[in-house]
T-cell receptor, first 115, second 110 residues
Framework: GAGVSQSPSNKVTEKGKDVELRCDPI?????LYWYRQSLGQGLEFLIY????????KSGLPSDRFSAERTGGSVSTLTIQRTQQEDSAVYLC?????????????FGPGTRLLVL | AQRVTQPEKLLSVFKGAPVELKCNYS??????LFWYVQYSRQRLQLLLR??SRESIKGFTADLNKGETSFHLKKPFAQEEDSAMYYC????????????FGQGTTLQVKP
């Protein structure tokens, strides 16, 4: 079946604008994760969902970042009033369950550039 | 604080040489440990995990609780092993939350 998909693949925006990044997990996967991959910063955990619920939002860098998941499927990561430091590759992953030991399957990422 | 350290940003070896990518973690309890790999222009994908005790593409990783390490090893590197490797302990608490190391780029020269 299809893997995790993300859109757009690339996004260039101006500082101060809002952006929405979309993630379509593997069908049937109940857990969904967002990570950020920045130059020199490695991979940074942002938020995860168990179904439509996000129990831990502590990884979000600031209150300009928010995420939601609807219908236990698609998730959207929204960044308001983008800043240049938000430029990064945003990765989404899903797993069958939210329990430990589950393999996470990653999407191709959305490359965000804030000018 | 919970941390994972991959001390080498770049590891360069010749084909056929042994490879060891280092990973040290500092967590209370016994986290489940994973290695993920990202080949050029491909997605990040699972390479292996400690609980499976399996060898994937000739790679193995042994958990050393005394040294809190989970180094990735391969006896004979191949050119196709060139990639970015991330060590990722799973935070105890059954959340599935992975904390990745900074990553090590492995370059295998012909």
């Amino acid at each position: 079946g299809a893997g995790v998909s993300q859109s757009p693949s690339n996004k260039v925006t101006e500082k101060g604008k809002d952006v929405e990044l979309r993630c379509d997990p593997i069908s049937g996967h109940t857990a969904l994760y967002w990570y950020r991959q920045s130059l020199g910063q490695g991979l940074e955990f942002l938020i995860y969902f168990q179904g439509n619920s996000a129990p831990d939002k502590s990884g979000l860098p600031s209150d300009r970042f928010s995420a939601e998941r609807t219908g236990g499927s698609v998730s959207t990561l929204t960044i308001q009033r983008t800043q240049q430091e938000d430029s990064a590759v945003y990765l989404c992953a899903s797993s069958l369950r939210w329990a430990a030991q589950e393999t996470q399957y990653f999407g191709p990422g959305t490359r965000l550039l804030v000018l | 604080a919970q941390r994972v350290t991959q001390p080498e940003k770049l590891l360069s070896v010749f084909k056929g040489a042994p490879v060891e990518l280092k990973c040290n973690y500092s967590y209370s309890g016994s986290p489940e440990l994973f290695w993920y790999v990202q080949y050029s222009r491909q997605r990040l994908q699972l390479l292996l995990r400690h609980i499976s005790r399996e060898s994937i593409k000739g790679f193995t990783a042994d958990l050393n609780k005394g040294e809190t390490s989970f180094h990735l090893k391969k006896p004979f590197a191949q050119e196709e092993d060139s990639a970015m490797y991330y060590c990722a302990p799973l935070i105890p608490g059954n959340t599935g939350k992975l904390i990745f190391g900074q990553g090590t780029t492995l370059q295998v020269k012909p």
